[in-house]
């Protein structure tokens, strides 16, 4: 089982490089934000919780997600790993994710830090535009769609989230960046941080994940 767990703040990248790594590791992405997402959509009792607290900007509480989404990790198509996208935000988050892991005889192989500096990000988020139908992510200013607000993979219409607004990407960026250091500090006590420049163009961002992922995993 190969797990590789892709961290950074908001804006700085995971979504958009979580599923090319899947694909070259031949793993699934777990998306929390995503989980969440379609739970708000489809109104089920942790949508309304968790819609509270995202569109405030601020983390939903840990004994709202860590269950949820260690569940999601145990399903059958993660039997040979995942690629984590937006898990774990707190130590606490951290912590359990290991418990559940080495319980199974596994562990945190990689954590991937996407670092990019803080006031880069409101301005990046503005530009985000996502497809209505699966969420694939583009940028108007640096990662356009072939033709003007349609998707390029599934022809739906582009939108804007709804937590993309600026007051609410201020919100996430105060309230999620300083656990999001403690749980770098706590992949760069067990070993397995690798930081990458997030400052670069998407593609070499990518570049360099694989070559960390290819180095730290043994594939070459
Ligand atoms: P989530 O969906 O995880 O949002 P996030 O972490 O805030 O991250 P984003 O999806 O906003 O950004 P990203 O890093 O994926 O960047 P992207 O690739 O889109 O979580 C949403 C909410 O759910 C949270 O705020 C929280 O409330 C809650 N939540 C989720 N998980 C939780 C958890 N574990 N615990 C508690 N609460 C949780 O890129 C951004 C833009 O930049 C795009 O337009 C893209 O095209 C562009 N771009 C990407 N790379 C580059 C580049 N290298 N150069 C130029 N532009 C680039």
């Known amino acids: 089982m190969t797990v590789v767990v892709l961290l950074g703040a908001p804006g700085a990248g995971k979504g958009t490089q979580a599923p090319i790594l899947a694909e070259y590791l031949g793993v699934p992405v777990l998306a929390s934000g995503d989980l969440l997402r379609a739970a708000v959509t489809a109104r089920t009792p942790l949508g309304t919780t968790a819609d509270r607290y995202m569109s405030r900007g601020q983390l939903v509480p840990d004994d709202t997600i860590v269950d949820i989404f260690l569940e999601r990790l145990a399903a059958d198509d993660a039997a040979d790993g995942a690629?984590?996208?937006?898990?774990?935000?707190?130590?606490?988050?951290?912590?359990?994710?290991?418990?559940?892991?080495?319980?199974?005889?596994?562990?945190?192989?990689?954590?991937?830090?996407?670092?990019?500096?803080?006031?880069?990000?409101?301005?990046?988020?503005?530009?985000?535009?996502?497809?209505?139908?699966?969420?694939?992510?583009?940028?108007?200013?640096?990662?356009?769609?072939?033709?003007?607000?349609?998707?390029?993979?599934?022809?739906?219409?582009?939108?804007?989230?709804?937590?993309?607004?600026e007051a609410t990407v201020r919100a996430r960026m105060a309230q999620q960046i300083p656990p999001l250091n403690e749980v770098v500090e706590h992949y760069r006590t067990t070993g397995v941080l690798r930081p990458v420049d997030g400052l670069q163009p998407i593609e070499l961002v990518t570049a360099a994940l694989l070559a960390a992922t290819d180095l730290e995993l043994g594939r070459v």
């Open 83 to 165: 690629v984590i996208d937006g898990f774990p935000r707190t130590v606490g988050q951290a912590v359990a994710l290991d418990r559940a892991l080495a319980k199974r005889g596994n562990r945190v192989d990689l954590a991937l830090y996407i670092d990019v500096p803080e006031d880069l990000l409101v301005a990046r988020m503005a530009s985000r535009r996502i497809c209505a139908a699966n969420g694939h992510v583009y940028n108007i200013a640096s990662n356009p769609p072939l033709e003007d607000s349609i998707c390029d993979l599934d022809g739906s219409p582009l939108i804007q989230r709804e937590d993309d607004s």
